[in-house]
Nanobody
Framework: QVQLVESGGGLVQAGGSLRLSCAAS????????MGWFRQAPGKEREFVAA???????????DNADSEPGRFTISRDNAKNTVYLQMNSLKAEETAVYYC?????????????????WGQGTQVTVSS
């Protein structure tokens, strides 16, 4: 069993930055693949970024991102924490951001591959 608690959300102006954290409790955090997803009001949940258990494989929502480097996922297994650094935020990225853990250890774009989810943290980007 893994419990996930997100933090770091808030209100930011367009173009600003936020760093989300997801603290995990329970055993074997380092063996889990970790992902970030978001859901805006009235919209389906969408994938943002994922990192595999070793940190050697990272995938983003759009690997052909026209603005590379805006989002960066990382993990610190010693602290049982995964991070999402978000730069140059846009108003349309306002959503509740969730972290999730996959017992497979892989970095997956599909929410169906994740076994545990946090409660989410609200990110509001004002235009």
């Amino acid at each position: 069993q893994v419990q996930l608690v997100e933090s770091g959300g808030g209100l930011v102006q367009a173009g600003g930055s936020l760093r989300l954290s997801c603290a995990a409790s329970g055993r074997s955090f380092s063996s889990y693949g970790m992902g970030w997803f978001r859901q805006a009001p009235g919209k389906e949940r969408e994938f943002v970024a994922a990192i595999n258990w070793r940190g050697g494989r990272i995938v983003y929502r759009d690997n052909a991102d026209s603005e590379p480097g805006r989002f960066t996922i990382s993990r610190d297994n010693a602290k049982n924490t995964v991070y999402l650094q978000m730069n140059s935020l846009k108003a349309e990225e306002t959503a509740v951001y969730y972290c999730a853990a996959a017992s497979s250890g892989s970095a997956s774009r599909s929410g169906d591959d994740y076994d545990y989810w946090g409660q989410g943290t609200q990110v509001t980007v004002s235009s």
